[in-house]
């Protein structure tokens, strides 16, 4: 319940922050020197955010596969589907339309993440800020490189209770070309609550927590409607969820 009451909330945020920072933000060096201008603004940072939101709204994500798409296939969440699932029905993840979703999945989720870096690289050489706002863009970049950690993790590494020591994903937390490491599905787990840990103190300012009333006046209105961001509620429900993840194999196994 709690992750699909987050989802929505992440594809409202994407229509809602409808921007062109894709044309910022494409991860190909070539486009260096325009970050390095966007981060010299705290506008360019609130853009760089909502271009996060932006590519988690793609349909390769939870614009269509990560929700009902491929993962409501793979779950048996429908009685009947288009014919180009067949093959996810089926589980067969050899044929080209199913490699390509699986891909897709993959590349897209790892641009959000390279993304998020890049905000977290930049932002504590900034002196660009007013208000909380830098607080709440770092804890929030901290919260979606954690989620989008979680969900490649439950995606493409195995069962924590099966093996939590087997290798799993990369958990990428540098904006470079370099290749990272695989991490242990407990490694993983431990990285993304070390950062949801982290912006759970970051977004202690956020006004959805402390109450705050915030008007369109102020700061053209930029932090109303935090029902509709990663807020510090989401943070924390995230963490309760990744926590479980862990403890339930301390649980006493049942009896047959």
């Not at 409808?18 to 494409?26: G, I, P």
């Not at 770092?138 to 490649?152: I, P, S, T, V």
């Not at 093996?163 to 695989?182: L, R, W």
């Not at 977004?203 to 961001?229: A, M, S, W």
Request: net charge neutral; charged share 25%.
């Amino acid at each position: 319940m709690i992750k699909h009451k987050f989802l929505y909330i992440l594809l409202a945020a994407g229509l809602l922050l409808n921007t062109s920072c894709e044309k910022w933000l494409d991860v190909q060096p070539k486009s260096q020197v325009k970050a390095d201008e966007l981060f010299e603004t705290e506008a360019g940072f609130k853009e760089a955010l909502a271009g996060v939101y932006t590519i988690l709204t793609d349909k390769a994500l939870y614009g269509r596969e990560l929700t009902y798409g491929m993962m409501g296939v793979l779950s048996h969440e429908w009685t009947s589907y288009s014919t180009t699932y067949k093959d996810d029905g089926e589980y067969n993840y050899q044929s080209s339309l199913t490699k390509a979703r699986v891909d897709a999945i993959w590349n897209n989720m790892y641009k959000a993440i390279s993304n998020a870096n890049m905000i977290l690289e930049n932002i504590d050489s900034k002196n660009v800020f007013t208000g909380d706002n830098k607080a709440i863009i770092k804890g929030e970049a901290l919260a979606l490189r954690a989620f989008a950690h979680f969900d490649l993790l439950r995606c493409f590494g195995v069962n924590y209770i099966t093996n939590p020591n087997q290798k799993a994903i990369p958990y990428v937390e540098q904006y470079s070309s370099k290749q990272t490491k695989q991490y242990t599905v407990d490694e993983v787990l431990g990285k993304i609550i070390t950062d949801l840990q982290q912006a759970e103190e970051l977004l202690k300012v956020d006004p959805i927590f402390t109450g705050r009333t915030v008007t369109e006046v102020e700061d053209r209105g930029y932090l109303i409607n935090r029902q509709l961001h990663l807020n510090y509620y989401a943070v924390k429900a995230l963490m309760v969820e990744y926590t479980y993840t862990k403890e339930i194999t301390k649980m006493p196994k049942r009896q047959p």
